[in-house]
Every structure is written in C-alpha cells, then in structure tokens.
C-alpha cells in the first residue's frame, strides 16, 4: 500500500517533538553554536522526552514501544527544525541503542541495553566517520583483524559524538573483505580519545571528537552480531537515513523562517515577497522539502520493514544532502546581507546542511 | 501508517500495464514519424488480447492502495509503454474526462463517460492563464441553448476526441468567477478544428486549434449545472479549477513513465557495459557515469513520490492544491533533467533514432509547459505559502 | 597578454559570415531539418566562402591566410547561429583538411590538399564517433593492428558526415595503447558505408552515415603524421573546442530569439519579459553564452599557439555542452507551448545542443 | 587577436603575489577565530619582506595585459592568498578607493589616495537598491559644507576604514539623479561607527554600521566635484553608477580567487588519493570525483574569464556595464557552487576547521550579495537585454 499517513501515535509524537523544538531546542540553538556546548540540562531533557529508550523493550529497561524507523525519521525531523546540532547531540545514543536492537545479539542486548536505557541520560555512540578526503562508510580504512577469541582493531574514527562521556562505541571496520562493528569500551586498551572537541563548520553544539584505536582488543562477544556478524550495511542505511531526516527539518526551518521574512521586508518598494525571483526560490525550496521529506519516510519504510533499504537510503541522503544545501544556501540570498549576518538563524542552517550532507554514521533511525 | 510497498494484488494491475505498455512502445516510432498521416485506428493489432483496464477502486484489502494513488500509477506505467499509445486505448479518457469525473453531474457522467474528451483552456491571447479566458458563452433563454464563441488552441487529442470540455466566460466583468466549463460534442454546427500543430514530441498526440463561432449547445451542457456567478473574489473560480487538482498529477505522471522509460534503457546499458551501481559505497568508490545515473534515478524517486502524495491526498479526501502544483513543478523540471541527463551518459547513442531515448526526452518537454507552465505552478505554490491571492502575486 | 580582441581580418570574416548565417542558413534550417536534407547548392555556396580552403597554403591549392582556430571558433559560432546542422555541413570537410594541415606529413598534404581545395565542393571527413553508449573518442574501439608496411582496421564509425559522398575519412583507431588516425579512402576493400544516412535527434540536414571497417588495410603512409603518428589529442581537442562554437552559436540564437518574443509576448496582462521568473531566465541564459564563449576562444587559442589544449578544450567543451543545451532548453520555456511546436526555431536549437553534446569527432576548428 | 597566455613580465608578477598569499593564508584562521578582538594591526610580521605592490600600469611590451586586467588578477590572487588578510596590507584600497579613482576629480584623487576608504550605500530599509537611498546631504552655503544625515549598514571595511564614500541625495525628489557621493574622513563630527557585524564569512573584515547626524564636511568632498542636479530619466545617476563598473568585477574576482584556492586544495587531496584527472577521456572512463572536480574547475575557468573580459574591455575605453553584471552574477553563483562542490568531494575533510575550505565556503557566500545582489545583476542584464528601464523592469 502506498500510504503517506502517520499513526496516532506518530502524530502525537510529532506534536510533542515539535513543541520541544520551538520551545527549547531553537532557543537554544545560536548560543550553542557559538559557544560550541551544550546546556547542563538539555541532554537530560532530552533523555526525558524518550527519543532513546521508547522503542527498547521493557526487558531491557525500555519502554516496550516497537521498533519503528519512521517515527524516528519523523522526530528527527522536528529536531532538527529545532537545531541539527542539537539533534544530532539529542539522537546520538540511540545510533548505539538502536544498533544493538536491530542487529545485537541477545547476549549483547542484555548486557548493555538496560545501562543505556535509565532515567538518567547514558550513551554510546557510533564511530563510523574516518579522516582523509572522499571518505566512504562502506570501506572503513580502519580494520579488524580476527585473532584467537577475538579481534584487533586500527584505524582512526573522528566526528565520533559524545567522546567525552560515551560509555561505549560502535566502531565499524573492514573485517577481511566485509565490513563489521564492534562494541568498545571506553577504557579499552589502546583507545586514545582526542582530549579536545573537534573543530568543525557545523552541528558545532553537539561535542564530537577523534578516536585512535591502536591495536584494540575486543572479544567474539563484542562483535555487532556475533560471529555471524550484524547487517552493518543496513546500520549505515539507518544512518544515512537518519541524517537525511535531520536536513529535511533544517531545510523547512530555513523555508518557514523565509516566508514571513519575505512578506514582511521591503524593497524597491514593494514587499520581497512579491518580487518572482524571491518567490520562486521560495516555491522551489517548498517544494524540495516536500520531495526530500517523502524520500525520507520511503527509506525509513523500508528500513522498518526489514526490506533492502540501501537503494532509498542512498536516494534520501543523496537527494536530501544535495537540497537540503541548496534550500539553506537560498535561505541566506532571501535575507540577502542580513542572511549573512548571525543575528540571522539562516547561516547557522546553511552551516548545518552543508554538514550534515557530507557525514555519514553520527546518527540513526 | 507510512508505507511505500505495493500489495500483490495492486503490484499484478501494475504488471499487466506494464506488459501492455511493451506491445504499445513497438508501436512509439511509428506514431513519432508519422504525424502527418491520418490518425490510425483507435485499437492497435494486440489490443484485443489486452487485459480489461483494472478497476481503480478495486481493493481487495487495506494493503491495497487508494483510487487515486492507483490512476496516478497506471497513468505512469502507461506513459512508459509510450506517451501517444496509451491513449489511443478505447477507455482511456482525454483530460476533459478527468474533469467531467471531477465536476459533473452524476448525469453528465453516465451520458458522457464513454467518450474521449479532450479539455480546451488556452487561447492565442491568454498563455497559460485560464482566468483572462475570453471565449464566450452566451444563454439564450428562447432555446434553452448555450451559444459559445472563440479559440482555443494547444487543444491536447483535439482531432480524435469525440468532444470537448471548453472553458468560457458567461460574465466578463465578473472575472474568474464568470468562467465556466462547457461541454461540446465534435460535429456541433458552428464547432471547427481548425489546425493541427507540429511538435517537438508527442507527435503521436494531437493538438489541435479549435474555433467556436455561434456554436449552440444545449443548456444542459454546462458541466456541474451550475449557472450561477458568484461575487468576485468569493472562491466561485474554484469549482472550476478544481478539476485542475488531479489533472496537475496526471501530468506530472505522465513525464514520470517517460523518464522511467529512459532510466530502465540506460541502466539496462550500464548493465551491458558492465558499470557497478553500489549504492552503499561512497562518492569517492563510483565511476561518474554510476553517479550521474543515480542521482536521476533519485530525482526520479523524488518526483515520483510527490505525485503519490498529491494522488493520496485526494484519496483521503483532503485538498491537495499546493501538493498537485508540487508535483508538477518538480516533475516538470525533473523529467527534462532525466532525460537529457540520460544521454549525457549514453552518448551518440542517446540521440539516434535506432532507439528511443531521444524520443523520450522530445516528449518529456512538454510536461513543464501544458497544464499550466512550470513558472504557474510555482505562483501557484508561493500564492500558497505566502496566503497571498492572485494579484499579490502574479 | 589577456585579450579578447578580434582582429581585424577576424572582424571582417565574422561580419561576413553573420550576413550568411542571416540571409542563406537560417531561412534554409527549417526545411533542411524536417526533410533531412541539403539543398544543392549550399555546399558550394558555402564553398566560395572559403571557409575550409582559406587557411591552407597556396602551395596545396588553398589561399594561403595563417592557420587560425581562433578565427574557425569564430566563424562556426556565426554559422551555427545560423542553424547548427548546416553549421556541420558547412565545415565537415575542415575536419580532415584541418587534421593534414596540422598533423600530416608532407607527402600526405601534397598528395591530399590539391584535391580538396579545388573550386567545386570536394570533402574528405573525420570518422571518430562510435556506436554503443558511453562512447569515448580517446579510447575508440576500432583497432588498427600494425602489419608489415601498414595496418589493418576493424571497427565500426558512426555519425561520418557525407558518408554518402566523401572521397576520403579520417579513421580514428586504437594502436595497441596509443589513439591514431588513418587516411581511407572510400573505396578501400572491407569498408563499408551504410547505405541510408543516419536517422538522429538533431543536425539532421547534415548527411551522416555508419562506416563498418572489416579488416580494411591501409599503408604506412596513410598513417596520419606518418610513422611516427600525429597528435591525434589535438586532433579531438580541435573536434571538442569547435563543437563548442556551435553550441555557443546555438544558445546565443535562442537568446536573441527569446529576447524580442518576451518583450512583445502579453501574458496576465503585461509583457512576459516584464516578469522577473522570464527576465532572469534571459539573463542567465546570456550570462551563459557569454561564459561559454570565452572557454571556446581559450581554447581555440591554445590550439592556435600550438600549446596543450586538452583540458581547455573539454572545459570549453563540458560547459558549452551543458549550459548551450540548459540555454535552449529554457529558449523552448520561454515560448510555453508555442515553443513545443514546430513553427518557431527553439525546439531545433534544443535538439541541435542536445546532440552536439555528446558528439565528438564530427567538425574541427 | 584573442589571447589567454600571460606574458613572463606579468606572470612573474603574479607569483609574486601569490608568494605574498601564501604567507598571509598562514593568518586566515586566526582572523576567522578573532573577529571579536581589537582589530590586529595592518601590517603583518612578514609584510615588511613584501615586494612593493607591482605597478598596475606598468607593461614593459605589448605581450603585457591592460591595468585593469592585471588588477583583476591581483585581486584573485591576493583573495586566493586570503580574502581578510589581504585587505589588511596597507596599500590595498576598499571599495571606496575604487570609486575615488574612478569618479574623483584629480585632485580628489590625490588628496585621499593613500587612505583606505570604505563605501556605504546599503540603508536598513532600501538593501540592494542604490536609487532608494535615503540619507540627505544638504548643502549650507554660508559655511560652504555639506550636512549629512542617514544611517549605513553592511559597510564593508567600516571600522577599519580611514574614511568612507557615502551616498546620499541632494534632492530627494529628483529621484536617482539627485543622488550623489561624499568622501568622509573618519573623526567627523557627526559621523558615528554605530555597531560591527557578526557574519558568517570574511569574518576578518569588519563591516560596520555608520550613523550621519547632521556631519558636516566641506563642500569640495562631494565626490566628482559636480553638484548640478540633472533631471529625471536624463541619465546624471549614470555618473554615480559608473563607480560600478570596476567594483562588480572586483567582488566577483575576490570569489574567483576564493575558490582557485579552494579548487587547488582539493587537488591536492585528489592527487594523493591517486585519483586520475584525465581531461581527455569520456565520462564513461571517470571516476564520480574526477567528473566532479573537473565540472567544477570548468566553472571556475568560465567564471574568471567572465571577469577578465569585464576588465579587459574597460582597459580598451569600452562600456562594460553589462559584462559587469555578467561576471558579477556568474561568479556569485559559480563560487558557491564550487566551493560546496569541494566539500561533496572532500566529505568529512572538508568540513572540518583543520583546514580552509569549510571558510572559504563561508567566505565565498558573500559574492553574490554585497555590491548587488545576484538578483540584482540578473535585474541589471535584463534591462541591458531588453532595453528596458528601471521602471519597466524590477
């Protein structure tokens, strides 16, 4: 069935996220930038609101919701219409939550799941980006090498969140010619973890940082999956997926912060509203968001149902990266020289969409 | 809930159009090189073996998909047989049949439904702007008859179609909402198609030129019935334009089998060539011609979902204005960047008249342009997120 | 020194070849086109012009001015102005004149050249494109095997222009790892001309037509540059950067063909020119043409000094092939439905970029 | 004749200043990081080693190119070094310096050379639109001075600046001809340094917001000494316009050498990742990122030679309105293009503030709106196409 509707349930989640994001997150959000940190309170506030721990079941401390990668997909959304950085730093422990649901054993479930699922905001995150140009997910330079009960990690992972508090990480590496992940603790021998925050052009609230592995030791146990090894390809789509989400809310942020914007200024006598050029770019970011958002909804479909997602994973986060951009970058020329100033949320958008479309593996659905 | 997974029963409708839509594409050249001769018959040497078209409102369960949802994708499906052939099938309607479904009367419906009806807006004067309509249609109350004056050109099936759904204007000076849709049947006294226009594509598809002078239909003719005129500005256009709300889609669907034409024929060639289409892998892993084949096919996509989402609007009942000029405007731009795009990566083999990838992208051109041009579908849109009207911004 | 300075001898070839295009090729492009042919006399109509004789050397029978792309560039771009097919037609025969000239041996131009540079139209033509997608002109799929005293070649040629009468073709072919080009003649024994000219998109006043070369032997001396083989990569880039004239020529006569309809056209109540969505098509369009045009006269010039022209070319190339085709494209958007039809020029303009853009090997500057 | 070859006088010259920008480039972060320091003073530690500016005029043969060319070409290279550095080398002008020596009277010209000088249009409520100025000069005749009064906002350089040109009308209802421009040194009474910008980009520029309250200057900086008034329509705003026609270029070569440099980064990165270039191969024998790269750097190419032929035509005394508006509008697109398109290939490499290119594309998203807007040119271009006023078309 082709279907565009949401549950009551997601409809009502929505709602709550929507409300979040206007009356806290988008706040928040230029301070955060500007001063690249979080509030002591908003990942608790975060934690409070469920994101990472409703669709866990209640044997493992979760909220016994189902596992569902559209209503994800649809708060991501809202989140980051809020703020992407403050998404991406609200989402990142369910990239490792939700790992070990979809493809962790149940030994590895029960091990972990309950210390990430309290009343207190826990987390592991995903280590998947890797420095160095044309990075590529799907061939991580970092590399596992099997040994007698276990295996040796090497590579370095950056763009990793949370490195100051994770209590875990998902490290994906090439494991002979397929590509794997591994659970790593935090004071794993020969995990170095950069003292100092990364510096980067966007999603400057949420703290990420650079991970050496020389030589980690992880045990079978550790390995996403077991032996046979967990459907890190389907991991990756849910990344991809979640970060296409995550530019769909900025880029409707940027197109709402736009159209009043564009009614109420001036120019050459006239409202800027009034002038095609303005409103066409407006019409055509409208219109992106929309196609953007539905590419979306069908990869996290896909995911949800457990089908083949690689293809619409890679079509929203391709499409969505490329859009998401443009509708930010056309966001500052319709406030022109005030675009570019920071008294203005569009810069902080366009920083964020420009971003967003180049990582892959911060967050998931 | 949120699904994009077709059911079996749906998926085998889908199927058999497909397999149609094969035997009509070996008859696309033809019909692509002889626009000068005669229209041929209607039914085409293996129509007879043709399965029944399905009917849309057919759900054997809740897996199955909306009406309108399924018209948008049989409307695809058919388009990549071929764009003309397709409607050279005995049941399926012009657009003035999409209008006559969408505002006649229960009456009108029964009494016209099997006819081919094409719909008549534009005028020399007036581009894609149906409300400066100055056709005429004048009541004489003596003979209960209509009588209907002006021309229309860029009249879409205009030579084959049994009739016509033509827009005039009762009240000039009551602007849009003077405007009316009439129904006029071929070899109506005073009714002439005038012209037949040469095209770029679509050339297995009619347009025509038609002139209305001191045509007189009866009174029973105006579709919907409903004569009265309502204030200006009071939203009496829009019954009107309400048959737009499925005919945007339809178009936009119509590029969108096309340029899944073009798609399926490139791949099929990567295939040949032996190309790798990793969607997992990064940028950085692909050869430029796997990337610029991707990139459309996810344009593709994108398009494509925005006319199911317009298409499922309307099956649950709820307006879909702004989303049916969506579709359009992005399908409109998306199909041309398809399929020239398309033979960017097949090269010389893309222009050769050995196939029809270069037929495809003829085509495709005319979707940003009838039905109202891209440029009105993005008014119409900013119209709707500014909650501006039509002289705010024109 | 940066220059964009014509000479004056360029002036005056450009002024002349305008009023040709003007008053002999733009009234013909319509006809030529839906009957897919050329009247007799334009060939040597536009023989007497001179254009492929006028840069030879008295001593082969041509009138002796300097070799000059630059002033090719300028007058293909005047002549595809005019209409693009014809341009083709016009200047098919420089393609071989132009490649003994610059890469032959003495013996091959004293042999070749008289017969060409006669007063009566005479032409021999490059057969560089081939069949199948994904062509690539620098790595044909015609072999030549080398033999004693000559080479042997299999493969097959595709968009020759005048197949039908040419008395000699260019073969561009693959020696082991090396591109080289061989002189055929049209009656060598295994080559084979197809019977019908081609059916394509556009340029269809031109005659182009499919060689197949079973096993056709050549002599050493056919060998383009001799032995020691010609610079067969100028040879394409000359092929790249004159494809791009025409494509300027093309764009350029959408736009002046668009500027006048907008300012007369009247649409919701005022001359579509008037509204900003038409005006800024208009003047991206000729932003673009502009743009274009200097990458062709770059490279033109870089052939003309006789330095590495590769990678000026395909910029010249790559772009005009893009922006000359989004040009004419928007040319069609500009008329709406009167642009879909046959009775203006637009759509012709529109096929005619399309196919030279993926075209390569036909003309040379 | 046609040419694009430099000669090894002016080449040498060029790398120069390219030398000089590679030391400068040294700065660019700590200037991206500090924009709420004092600003730091203009002369770098390294500036002493620097080679005197090259004389723009100087040609030693005719194989040299013209002033105004060579100008261009030190301004992308000096922008290639960094965009904010270079401003800060002492003899390096504003935009204000562009318009003394174009429009001031000689003496004019020699009196305030050696200054930097700002330019201040913009007002709150008129943005890109120069003819809507607002601030008044009124002039007193018993003191002989001008009294001006407005506010100026994005004035680029502002708080650095010695002085600024400013417009401001003399004759409010003489429309765009009463509009004229006035030299004003810093320390004026009257003329007040109001607030500094936070910006995405070219964070090491300061751009300020200026007050005039009744600031006096004397009568003689009127810049161009021309006080009459022409009527309307009769082209005396041409006077002020014509400042343009050399800044337009200016703007559009700061991006030009902003994205060279982003362009030459991500080369590098190409060439060590063992990613092939081949100019002379099929797209069918590329890879994604060559295709990519090699797309944008023909943007790039196309980019700067729109700007040369805007330069070259005003060293040969031709109008080049037009072809101002044509680079301006090109490269403010173009070098946004590019300098993202960078970060597609680069990845999480580009976005990273270990390097510059995640500032470069900052830095760059300021061409297309100072100095006229993209739609602005756009607007320029269509007049000139059309022959069309500002009132006909805006």
């Excluded at chain 1, 990344?239 to 709402?256: I, K, P």
């Excluded at chain 2, 096919?297 to 298409?311: P, Y």
Aim: aromatic fraction near 8%; proline fraction near 3%; glycine fraction near 10%.
């Amino acid at each position: 069935m082709i279907s565009f509707g949401l549950t009551e349930e997601q409809d009502a989640i929505r709602g709550a996220i929507r409300e979040f994001a206007q009356g806290v997150v988008r706040p928040l959000a230029r301070d955060c930038d500007e001063q690249s940190k979080l509030p002591d309170d908003f990942l608790q506030q975060v934690w409070e609101l469920g994101l990472t721990t409703t669709q866990v079941p209640e044997a493992f401390g979760g909220m016994g919701a189902d596992r569902s990668q559209t209503t994800t997909a649809i708060a991501l959304e809202e989140l980051a219409y809020g703020d992407a950085g403050l998404a991406v730093a609200a989402l990142a422990p369910s990239g490792f939550v939700n790992a070990l649901l979809d493809h962790g054993t149940e030994e590895q479930k029960q091990r972990l799941l309950p210390g990430l699922c309290g009343t207190e905001f826990a987390c592991g995150t995903l280590a998947v980006v890797e420095p160095g140009a044309m990075a590529d997910a799907s061939r991580p330079k970092t590399t596992a090498t099997a040994k007698s009960g276990g295996y040796v990690l090497k590579g370095t992972k950056r763009f990793v969140p949370f490195g100051d508090r994770a209590t875990h990480f998902l490290v994906v590496a090439a494991l002979d010619s397929e590509i794997a992940a591994f659970i790593v603790a935090r004071d794993a021998a020969g995990l170095t973890i950069g003292a100092e925050a990364e510096k980067n052009l966007g999603l400057r609230a949420v703290p990420v940082h650079t991970l050496e592995l020389d030589g980690v030791e992880v045990s079978d146990g550790d390995r996403l999956g077991g032996s046979a090894g967990g459907n890190v390809r389907a991991l990756l789509d849910t990344s991809r997926a979640a970060l296409a989400s995550c530019l769909v809310g900025v880029a409707r942020a940027a197109v709402e912060y736009c159209v009043p914007y564009a009614k109420e200024r001036v120019a050459f006598g006239e409202e800027i509203a009034k002038k095609q050029a303005i409103a066409f770019m407006l019409a055509e970011s409208h219109t992106e968001v929309e196609a953007m958002r539905w590419l979306v909804w069908q990869a996290a479909s896909k995911l949800e149902k457990g089908l083949d997602a690689t293809k619409a994973s890679y079509q929203a986060w391709s499409y969505a990266g490329e859009k998401g951009l443009w509708v930010a970058d056309n966001g500052i020329q319709v406030l022109g020289g005030h675009g570019f100033t920071r008294e203005h949320p569009v810069e902080l958008w366009f920083r964020s969409a420009r971003t967003l479309g180049v990582l892959e593996g911060t967050v998931s659905i | 809930m949120i699904s994009f997974e077709l059911s079996e029963y749906d998926r085998a409708k889908l199927d058999a159009i497909k397999e149609e839509g094969l035997i009509c594409r070996k008859y696309a050249r033809y019909y692509d090189e002889h626009e000068e001769t005669e229209i041929p018959p209607d039914e085409l040497p293996e129509a007879k073996d043709f399965a029944p078209t399905p009917n849309l409102a057919s759900r054997q369960s809740e897996e199955d998909s909306g009406p309108s949802v399924m018209a948008m994708l049989y409307t695809v499906y058919r388009c990549w047989g071929d764009y003309a052939v397709k409607l050279r099938q005995p049941k399926a309607g012009g657009l003035g049949n999409a209008a006559l479904m969408a505002a006649g009367t229960d009456e009108q419906k029964q009494r016209w439904i099997n006819n081919f009806l094409a719909m008549a807006i534009t005028e020399p004067g007036c581009g894609s702007d149906p409300s400066r309509v100055t056709a005429s249609a004048v009541l004489d109350e003596e003979t209960n008859e209509w009588i209907l004056n002006g021309e229309k050109i860029f009249v879409t099936g205009g030579v084959r179609a049994d009739g016509v759904v033509m827009w005039a204007t009762v009240d000039k000076s009551a602007g849009r909402a003077g405007i009316k849709s009439f129904l006029v049947m071929k070899g109506t006294p005073g009714f002439e198609v005038a012209k037949k226009e040469k095209k770029l594509g679509i050339r297995g598809e009619d347009t025509a030129t038609y002139v209305f002078s001191d045509c007189r239909i009866p009174r029973d003719q105006l579709l919907g019935g409903n004569e009265e005129v309502q204030k200006k500005g009071s939203g009496g256009f829009r019954g009107v334009m309400k048959t737009f709300n499925m005919t945007r889609p339809a178009v936009a669907a119509f590029g969108i089998g096309i340029s899944e034409a073009a798609l399926d024929f490139t791949r099929e060639e990567l295939e040949k060539a032996g190309v790798d289409l990793d969607y997992g892998a990064g940028m950085g892993n692909r050869s430029a011609v796997a990337e610029k084949f991707m990139k459309l096919e996810a344009l593709h996509e994108a398009s494509k979902l925005t006319v199911l989402r317009a298409a499922w609007l309307a099956d649950q009942g709820q307006p879909n204005n702004m989303e049916s000029s969506v579709c359009k405007a992005h399908a409109g731009s998306a199909v041309r960047e398809i399929t020239q795009g398309c033979i960017d990566i097949l090269g010389p083999l893309g222009v050769s008249r050995d196939n029809l990838v270069e037929k495809w992208m003829r085509d495709c051109r005319i979707i940003d342009i009838y039905e109202g041009t891209g440029q009105i579908q993005r008014l119409i849109i900013a119209r709707g997120l500014f909650d501006y009207t039509r002289d705010d911004l024109n």
